[in-house]
């Protein structure tokens, strides 16, 4: 499939190189002093399936994600912004759950809050598991959209730390950078299994 690109710019990560389908990246707020995102539950007495959270400590840099087009498009190994793809965490380290999927999704099921959680458990090809990257003030900052709204944050239910949900509240949302990961010098801080280690 090929897809126009025209007004669309390649996604850079932090430090200004073109971000690639399928490399591993963390992301990590633009504008506080917290950690990088991870999976945690959203609700103390049900952790299945989890919610994405930032982690509170600041040396905490979340567990990797990669990007992939959906649908694949080829001819191209780069993100461009405004373009549909799919979002999944990318770690042999995961706390529980792990009967779910690691791809990114919206859920809109009928118990969903007004400002739905970001969730992990999606599909490929379904419209809730599909998000655009845009791009916002600030140099390498960015921010990501869902057909439900962009993604922001709410305090969650661990301590307060930042829960991840689709919103319409421009005051809530979420700038990020894309921080490529150094497999090498990321083990030892990814080498958990606990949900309040990774927090």
Request: overall charge negative.
């Amino acid at each position: 499939m090929s897809v126009c690109t025209h007004g669309k710019e390649e996604v850079k990560d932090y430090n200004g190189n073109s971000v690639k389908i399928g490399a591993k990246y963390f992301i990590q707020p633009a504008k506080s002093n917290g950690g990088g995102l991870v999976p945690a539950p959203i609700n103390v007495y049900f952790f299945c399936p989890l919610g994405i959270t930032q982690a509170l400590l600041p040396y905490k840099p979340g567990l990797p994600v990669s990007f992939a087009y959906e649908p694949v498009i080829v001819d191209t190994d780069y993100i461009y912004t405004s373009t549909s793809i799919n979002i999944e965490f990318r770690s042999e380290v995961w706390p529980v759950c792990d009967d779910f999927s690691k791809l990114w999704t919206v859920d809109v099921s009928s118990f969903a809050a007004k400002e739905p959680a970001i969730m992990v458990g999606g599909e490929k090809k379904s419209p809730n598991s599909l998000f655009k990257i845009e791009e916002a003030t600030g140099a390498h900052t960015k921010k990501l959209t869902t057909s439900s709204g962009t993604v922001g944050t709410i305090p969650g239910a661990w301590l307060g730390a930042p829960q991840l949900i689709a919103t319409n509240d421009e005051a809530k949302t979420l700038f990020v950078k894309f921080v490529k990961v150094d497999d090498d010098a990321t083990k030892a801080t990814t080498s958990t299994s606990r949900v309040d280690d990774v927090l």
